[in-house]
C-alpha cells in the first residue's frame, strides 16, 4: 500500500490508505447497534471496558516513548488521554467506585473470556512499544484520538439519549469519554484546538502512514466484539453544526470516526 500525499487534508490522507478498512467498519453491526441506541446498556459498558484496555495499553506505551522523535510532539496526555475518563464513565454506569470496578463481575468475566480482537490489539501495540523504532504508534495514536476528537460530540449525543444521560450536562457523568477539554480551562475543545492537534499528526504521519490500516483493522475487530441482537438496528443521523455549513452524518460513519 502506498502512502497518500501529505499535500492533502488530513482526513483525506486516512481516508485514502484506509478506505476498504473505513467501508467494512462503517457496515458493521457493532457501529449500527452503538449508533442507534439500541445496543443493551451492559454490553455498552462491556464494550467501554474492552477500549479502556486499549487505551491502557496505548497510553503506556507513549509515555514508554514520549521523548521519541516521531511521538513527541502529539505526546500530551493532559489533552488526550481517554484512560481515567474510560474509567470516570464506567464507574459511574456500574455505580461503584472509581477505585473497585475492575474488580466488578462483568469485568472479571471480560478478562476470563477476553475476546481474540482485544488481545490482538493489546498484544500489538505491546509488541510495537518495544520494536526498535516505535514511530508506528503515531498511527494507532492518531486512529483513536484523532477520531474520538472528530466523531466524539455526535456519538455522545446518541449515547446520551440512549441510556438517560445528559448530553449537555457540563460535568459529562457518563460520557467522560467523548469529552475533550482545553488545556488551560474546562471549557471543551474549540475547532480550532482540534485543528493544531490533527496537524501535530499529520506532521508525523509520513513514517507512519502504513500503520493506519492495521490501526483501522484492529478497531474494527473491536467493533465486532459487541453482542447485538438478532433484530437489525436502524440506521440514525445527526445534524452537526460546522462554521459556514451543516452537515448530517449517517451514525454508523460517526462510529467509525469516534470508535
Known amino acids: ?12 490522507v486516512l481516508r485514502e490508505g484506509t478506505h476498504q478498512a473505513h467501508e467494512t467498519v462503517s457496515k458493521s453491526q457493532g457501529a449500527l447497534a452503538l449508533a442507534s441506541g439500541r445496543l443493551p446498556k451492559p454490553e455498552y459498558i462491556r464494550y467501554l471496558m474492552v477500549l479502556w484496555h486499549v487505551y491502557d495499553a496505548l497510553e503506556q506505551a507513549l509515555e514508554q516513548h514520549a521523548t521519541h ?6 505526546y500530551n ?15 459511574f454506569l456500574l455505580e461503584v467506585p472509581e ?14 473470556e477476553a475476546p481474540q480482537a482485544l488481545t490482538a490489539y493489546v498484544a500489538h501495540l505491546r509488541e510495537l512499544a518495544d520494536a526498535p523504532d516505535p514511530s508506528p504508534l503515531l498511527a494507532h495514536s492518531y486512529v483513536r484520538y484523532v477520531g474520538d476528537l472528530s466523531g466524539g460530540h455526535i456519538i455522545r449525543r446518541f449515547i446520551g439519549k440512549a441510556y438517560n ?15 475533550f477539554k482545553e488545556l488551560t480551562s474546562a471549557k471543551p475543545a474549540t475547532q480550532g484546538k482540534i485543528k493544531h492537534i490533527k496537524d501535530w499528526f499529520k506532521a508525523g504521519m509520513d513514517k507512519a502512514g502504513e500503520q493506519a490500516l492495521v490501526a483501522f483493522e484492529l478497531n474494527s475487530g473491536l467493533l465486532a466484539t459487541i ?3 438478532a433484530q437489525e438496528p ?15 452524518y449517517p451514525g454508523s460513519q460517526a462510529v467509525v470516526v469516534a470508535a
Open 1 to 12: 500500500m502506498s502512502a497518500p500525499s501529505l499535500s492533502l487534508p488530513l482526513a483525506t
Open 77 to 91: 496526555p493532559t489533552l488526550l488521554a481517554r484512560g481515567t475518563a474510560l474509567t470516570t464513565d464506567i464507574s
Open 69 to 74: 522523535p516521531t511521538l513527541e510532539s502529539t
Open 234 to 248: 436502524k440506521e440514525t443521523s445527526i445534524s452537526v453544526e460546522q462554521p459556514l455549513q451543516e452537515k448530517t
Open 227 to 229: 453482542k447485538v441482537d
Open 99 to 112: 477505585s473497585s470496578w475492575k474488580s466488578h463481575s462483568m469485568h472479571i468475566e471480560l478478562l476470563k
Open 165 to 179: 444521560l445528559d448530553s449537555d450536562d457540563s460535568l459529562g457523568q457518563g460520557l467522560a469519554f467523548y469529552s
